[in-house]
């Protein structure tokens, strides 16, 4: 049975960091895909960042790209975000998720619909 469970959110100021953890079981960092997504109230859930499964290439979203990392330990099967620079429009459910499709992944590394597996989410608040 697949779980990813995150922990790392939290409150913090502008120009702030945060690293968001995402443990795995069920599925092996080295065999899946894995990203981040988040998702504001009202808002549709976005890809803020994935790694590939083999290489361990890595992929952003153009508004987090130099101030966000994507990094996993695959001797432990966790996934991390390091976010640092935080800015408001940060704020969201920060969720993990796993695939293992990798024609999609070619052609929609950053698209919820490419990913299987999904955690419960951890918030992320930036206050200005």
Known sequence: QVQ???SGGGSVQA???LRLSCAASGVTTTSYY????RQAPGEERE????IYAGGGST???D???GRFTISRDNANDTLYLQMN????EDTAMYYCAAGNNGLLFRVWRLSPRTYAYWGQGTQVTVSS
């Not at 890809?47 to 994935?50: D, E, K, L, N």
């Not at 620079?85 to 408001?88: A, D, E, I």
């Open 4 to 6: 990813l469970v995150e």
């Open 85 to 88: 620079s935080l800015k408001p």
């Open 34 to 37: 894995m990203g981040w997504f």
């Open 15 to 17: 120009g702030g960091s």
């Open 59 to 61: 992929y952003y979203a």
């Open 47 to 50: 890809g803020v960042a994935a």
């Open 63 to 65: 508004s987090v790209k």
